[in-house]
T-cell receptor, first 111, second 113 residues
């Protein structure tokens, strides 16, 4: 069955630097992969979706890449700010149109 | 209106109580989901409704009973819960089951005593 691994439990980044989060999957390549942000005690918020035929997607300071050869997606936040501190979840579709979720990476941006 | 609302925000109940969680969206989405999330874990899918019909039940115990009265509303009826059922319960919706950008509500924090 498909498994998702996200890098490390927590990632500490200095304000202004680029934060890079990793999402690796183990089995079949999904039709698309999504990234969500979750703040404590709140529901996840959709950020970006990238399809298997897309290499890169951007939205303001966010950038997602998708490498089906490496079975990996990278999520970048440029010019990071303390307000970007949150848990970031990656999710990919399974054969039933449902999402399989990674455990998330807690990102801490230090001023 | 681009949000999913959930009530109540917090719920404390005893193991013999019956309570209900409510979820509402007015975005015209035809797929709605219930998730359970424990601390530091990803959301765990419980139920999926597609066009008001239950399409997925992820082997959830019968003490959780979902209901979809119409395309905008989703309920989760709770009865005889266990302390280990304490969690954040999240509702989500998508345009349809094949379009998977999910819109989540703020969740209900449930504590079972």
């Amino acid at each position: 069955s498909q498994k998702i691994e996200q890098n490390s439990e927590a990632l500490n980044i200095q304000e202004g630097k680029t934060a890079t989060l990793t999402c690796n999957y183990t089995n079949y390549s999904p039709a698309y992969l999504q990234w969500y942000r979750q703040d404590p005690g709140r529901g996840p918020v959709f950020l970006l979706l990238i399809r298997e035929n897309e290499k890169e997607k951007r939205k303001e300071r966010l950038k997602v890449t998708f490498d089906t050869t490496l079975k990996q997606s990278l999520f970048h936040i440029t010019a990071s700010q303390p307000a970007d501190s949150a848990t970031y979840l990656c999710a990919l579709d399974d054969s039933n149109y449902q999402l399989i979720w990674g455990a998330g990476t807690k990102l801490i941006i230090k001023p | 209106d681009t949000e999913v609302t959930q009530t109540p925000k917090h719920l404390v109940m005893g193991m013999t109580n019956k309570k209900s969680l409510k979820c509402e969206q007015h975005m015209g989405h035809r797929a709605m989901y219930w998730y359970k999330q424990k601390a530091k874990k990803p959301p765990e899918l419980m139920f999926v409704y597609s066009y008001e019909k239950l399409s997925i039940n992820e082997s959830v115990p019968s003490r959780f009973s979902p209901e979809c009265p119409n395309s905008s509303l989703l309920n989760l009826h709770l009865h005889a819960l266990q302390p280990e059922d304490s969690a954040l319960y999240l509702c989500a919706s998508t345009l349809n089951a094949a379009y998977n950008e999910q819109f989540f509500g703020p969740g209900t924090r449930l504590t079972v005593l």
